[in-house]
């Protein structure tokens, strides 16, 4: 999908910010992202036009722990990276981490920023009711998402 709706191009890099469930899931992570932001500002420092494009690929796992109430640094490092990132694509999430997730940009932006969720499904009617402008996709999945959203479209590729 996100391909269809160019949120990543062919010169974007993908950093995955994947993990599995182990004793030491947060401190993994903290690591993981100080090496992203590494990276990130060593391709920087190395472009002419002091440019670098990159996408951030997360999973449930990873974004749980982010969630915990307990991980301030840890959130505001992932809120770093990702609001530096062309685009976020969040994949194996619970409703609840969907809606966790634009609540997370929403207190951690700072300037109050402008959120958008777009989903097809019932299980998207949190995240959807949780950010600024929610789109509500029609189709196979059912009219929940359409019902709870501001606007309503027939297909993704629409976007």
Known sequence: IATICRLIDKQCKLYYLTCEETTDLKTELESQLRTIVQEIVENVEKSESKTFSFSLVINGTALYAILDETEVALQRLFVTVACNSASVIACRLSPAQKAGIVEL????????????AVGDGGNDVSMIQKAHVGVGIAGAEGREAVNASDFAIGQFRFL
Do not use: D, W, Y
């Open 105 to 116: 940009i929403r207190k951690e932006v700072p300037g109050n920023p402008l959120t958008l």
